[in-house]
């Protein structure tokens, strides 16, 4: 496994701090967003590093970045807009060191911006959400043509609603899949190793 980090130009104002994880003969890509930056959030919080080890264990690629004004990333926090140009331009860096299937993976605020970019992001084959935060606003519908989705949240998320994300979950129909972590709260304090389990399995389902 070769492992860098690596500084990723989003445009001229601003490049990101991330890490790279690439196997020999990755089976896939996978890039993955970390929670909420004015809460402590980077690609160094304990679920980020979780999903990484899953995608280590598939055989998949991995990069996880720290988003602008986050750690030595430039730039300023943009409440989830300009963070979507740093989830395309990561992708799309992330794609011609790894060619094949793409995944994006994000947890908490993480996935809220996943979800909204998620109709640009070029190749997709697939998404993780983890506890996504509906205090913070709906998750956008997800997009036809991008493969299947995986959430995996806890039924005592303190930041989740249960009741809309089931509701989200039934409209998407078969693409979609939910797991439910019986006492799982928002921040993980248990579970993450069935976590871990649920997405290499879901990782290593795209790929056969």
Known sequence: MNRQRVVIAVDRQVSLEA???????????????????????????????????????????????????????????????????DVIAAAAWLTEQAPGPLVVMGYSFGSLVGS??????????????????????????????RGPLLVITGDQDEYGDMTRLRGYMQEMGALGAL????????????????LKQQTVDFLTGLTG
């Not at 994880?21 to 959030?41: F, T």
């Not at 280590?56 to 720290?66: E, I, K, P, T, V």
């Open 116 to 145: 909204q970019a998620a109709q640009r992001v070029a190749g997709l084959a697939g998404g993780v959400w983890v506890s996504p935060p509906f205090v913070l606003g709906d998750l956008p519908p997800w997009p036809a043509g």
């Open 179 to 194: 797991e439910v972590h019986p006492g799982g709260d928002h921040f993980w304090l248990t579970g993450l190793s069935a």
């Open 19 to 85: 890490r790279l994880d690439l196997p020999a003969q990755p089976r896939g890509a996978a890039l993955i967003l970390h929670p909420h930056p004015l809460y402590g959030g980077s690609m160094d919080n304990n679920v980020v590093y979780a999903l990484t080890q899953a995608a280590d264990l598939a055989g998949w690629a991995s990069l996880r970045l720290n988003f602008r004004g986050v750690g030595q990333s430039t730039g300023r926090h943009d409440n989830g807009v300009g963070e979507q140009d």
